[in-house]
């Protein structure tokens, strides 16, 4: 049997097939002949489903949701990519000689150390 021949089941149809063992009339192997899954598989899939609800029940938190810890970094590199592109589009004006009228060459002419 390669690797092609192999059966890939959903996290729903592993619960499927557990509850179907769990709750039916049918034996175990019963249920595990009818869905083509070793009995050895059938376990471990339980004992999954065991350790995930655990693991789900230990870290469940009451009250409020702390907020996001990567929000005000976001932001800063929102702030970030704002002023870069307005350094960019200024940059290039003065590259192509649009000088802001405060700072034509008559105007520094005209100031007074």
């Known amino acids: 049997m390669g690797t092609q021949d192999r059966r890939q089941w959903t996290a729903e149809e592993k ?52 907020a996001d810890p990567l929000a005000p970094f976001q932001a800063e590199v929102e702030r970030l990519r704002a002023v870069i592109s307005e350094l960019s589009v200024e940059n290039l004006q003065l590259k192509r000689g649009l000088w802001p009228e405060k700072t034509t060459n008559a105007a520094l002419r005209t100031r007074k150390p």
């Open 15 to 66: 619960l499927r097939i557990i509850a179907e063992a769990r709750q039916s009339g049918q034996t175990v192997s019963e249920v595990c002949r009818h869905h083509q899954v070793a009995p050895g598989q059938l376990y471990a899939w339980e004992k999954q489903a065991r350790l995930g609800a655990l693991e789900a029940l230990r870290h469940s938190q009451r009250g409020r949701k702390l």
